[in-house]
């Protein structure tokens, strides 16, 4: 941990320690409404810490994306709905180029007034492309498509896999560092086969961790998760096709953006 971090450290290590007995006390009790809030928070504040051990980006991105936006860190965005407000965290340690994008997109106001224009009870709910429109981001300064290519960082390795699915790649037992693993995991939406196809559509994931272990879904190494619900996820529950994103604003880790060059 750098020296000028170490205080802040100090000070999440002890939150940390009375955020496990609390749950601790919940778990004595068989309180597992407070438990699951209660991992939330935990797990939110492991996140902090981590993010605080990390000095410099530690790898590169393929010169091949240096035209799309790229996120070095992490950013939390405010998503206020037609049914609530609810807060996400978005990772660009693990999905750089997709999280880029995603937040980028966000600062442009693209996904303000936007309808969820698909919903599948218990499995997604989607959202991202202009009503009437159905073609993704389509770049100002260029008057191109800008398409995503498939991002999947897998467990032990110093980078993520671009480009093809963990399947495609024979990597059939290896388990991406973020999978479809919890209700309001951020998945990137995509045409058909096409893996490097994704643009500005991405849909929320629906399922309980419960039902689906971690690198067991089927969705995992195929789609690129990005981040996930932190906050407010009974908004989430709530929101159906039709309903719509008011408005979105990232409200922390904007510095972490890096544009295209």
């Known amino acids: 941990m750098p020296a000028e971090r ?14 496990l007995e609390d749950m601790r006390a919940d778990v004595t009790a068989a309180n597992k409404a407070a438990i699951s809030a209660k991992r939330l928070e935990v797990l939110d504040t492991v996140g902090e810490l981590e993010s605080l051990m990390v000095g410099e980006f530690p790898f590169e991105i ?10 070095k860190g992490r950013a939390t965005v405010e998503i206020e709905t037609t049914k609530g407000t609810m807060q996400l965290v978005v990772d660009g340690y693990n999905a750089p180029v997709t999280a880029g ?12 007034d936007l309808s969820f224009t698909r919903a ?10 202009p009503p009437g429109k159905e073609v993704g981001f389509i770049d100002p300064d260029t008057q191109q498509y800008r398409a ?8 032990g390795d110093k ?20 999978p479809f693993s919890a209700f ?20 929320f994931f629906l399922f309980e961790p419960e039902l ?6 089927l969705l995992d190494g195929r789609y690129a998760v990005f981040g996930y619900v932190t906050e407010n996820k009974d908004v989430l529950e709530k929101l159906k096709q039709g309903d719509k994103i008011i408005s979105a604003k990232v409200v922390d880790g904007l510095e972490n953006l890096v544009e295209p060059t």
């Open 62 to 71: 393929p010169e091949e994306y240096s035209n799309l936006p790229q996120l």
């Open 159 to 178: 980078k993520p896999t671009y480009g093809i699915t963990l399947e495609e790649a024979g990597r059939y037992l290896d388990q991406p560092v973020l």
């Open 148 to 155: 995503i290519p498939l991002e999947v960082m897998v467990q």
């Open 212 to 217: 689906t272990p971690a690198g067991l879904n």
């Open 184 to 203: 309001g995991t951020l998945g990137m939406a995509r045409p058909g086969e096409n893996v490097n196809g994704g643009s500005s559509q991405f849909f």
């Open 101 to 112: 994008n995603f937040v980028d997109l966000v600062q442009r106001g693209f996904y303000d």
């Open 120 to 129: 599948e009870d218990n499995y997604i709910l989607q959202i991202g492309d």
């Open 6 to 19: 170490q205080p802040q450290a100090q000070t999440l290590i002890a939150q940390l320690r009375t955020e």
